[in-house]
């Protein structure tokens, strides 16, 4: 930046890989928003603006350019990959910005990562914000939903530029201050594991409808496209339609017959699951769907499976059309407990962390821009406006009904499966969940008594307080004892 270029942005991107560059784009796209742009490789810079005269940029080549281009307070959203390279650009700008200063990390960054770099930079007196920004490069562009942590001073600036271009459903911007520090990153991790989820039981629908029903993929196709005009309307169900429509130009195959069967994963559905156990949250259909993601990974040990007994039952389908409606029920079923579940693991972190979320405002930001936008988080938002303490949105009355409609379909897709050989871990973990937490008394007290038997771990029991331990050698005397440490 010469002297001769006093132009000031109020707004600055760091990193200008595609998300960072259509971020960018997007943000110079919107009246009011001049973008200071920067990037460590000068070459991506120099590509993005060349590309985009049009676009109202300030480029910078060094750092401290990029700072000085900025109006105040400097508010700068950094793009680049999660980890080490975050920690260096945020460690730049905090030796260059002031107080009251704003950083931004748009990355998929571990929430905890982002409590501890919030309370390094925040001694400074310069905010940090992790938001999380979902829609891909496609919503980085056009209108991502996003969830941005932080102090609520930092989003007095923040908001408005981001409600600029954040995705518009039913007139509001899918933006929404989560909570303090990690809120933004930690309500993006368990958006991603939704997503995990929604997708896993998505490709189990296709895997029965093709390998019990025999339909060929551009019927699935169909039968997708029709399913997407109800309940189940959704992002993900609209793209699976066209890519069971897609043909291989190659082979004429259908291409999903030319993909190689491994899913990969980038590792926010881990971090869900393992933050979701450290929480004691279920989320049984999430961890599911990551471990079918690893299990389709392992080559050398499927590739070896050829001796294991397959099934001998076939499916009696004596009724196509009402088989295709049981596997939409059970699909929408287990879709309702994967929710369910997510914004179980957002309560459970909110409580832990501290942080006020609002879940009804978090399902309505989900409804446009990012990758698991459906329609039924209408319902969750008029589930949530209902009762704010809603222990379950399996308890409110919507979703009650709407589970009532399909359980005897579930269960009957489920157990067909098993019986046809045909793997459903995440309907049947759905499923069994549900049976668990609608049970009056589990097995739980068996697990109990073996903890106390061979580790003292003690019990309580249903009809005296307190807690009591087996003195398990000789007479098997019960004591009342203090909980152990075992």
Known sequence: MTELQTAKANIGVVGLAVMGSNLARNLASREGNSVAVYNRSPERTELLTSEHPEANFIASTTIDDFVASLTKPRTAIIMVQAGKGTDAVISQLAERFEPGDIIVDGGNALFTDTLRREKDVSAKGIHFVGAGISGGEEGALKGPSIMPGGSAESYKTLGPILSSIAAIAEGEPCVTHVGTDGAGHFVKMIHNGIEYADMQLIAEAYD???HAGGFTPAEIADIFTEWNK?????????ITAEILKQVDAKTGKPFVDVVLDQAGSKGTGVWTVQTALNLGTPVSGIAEAVFARSLSSQAEQRSGAGNLAAATKQWPIEDRAAFVEDVRRALYASKIVAYAQGFDAI???????????????????????????????NRIADAYATNPNLLSLLFDGYFVEAVTRSVDAWRSVVAHSALAGIPVPAFGSSLSYYDGLRSPRLPAALVQGQRDFFGAHTYKRVDLPGTFHTLWSGDRTEVEAEPSTH
Do not use: M, P, T
């Not at 501290?354 to 405002?361: H, K, R, T, V």
């Open 208 to 210: 029965i409808l093709r």
């Open 230 to 238: 109800g309940e189940l309307e959704s992002f993900l169900i609209e």
């Open 347 to 377: 309560r459970a972190g909110a409580a832990e962390y501290n942080w006020n979320i609002d879940l009804g405002a978090v399902s309505k930001i989900w409804r446009g821009g990012c990758i698991i936008r459906a329609q039924f988080l």
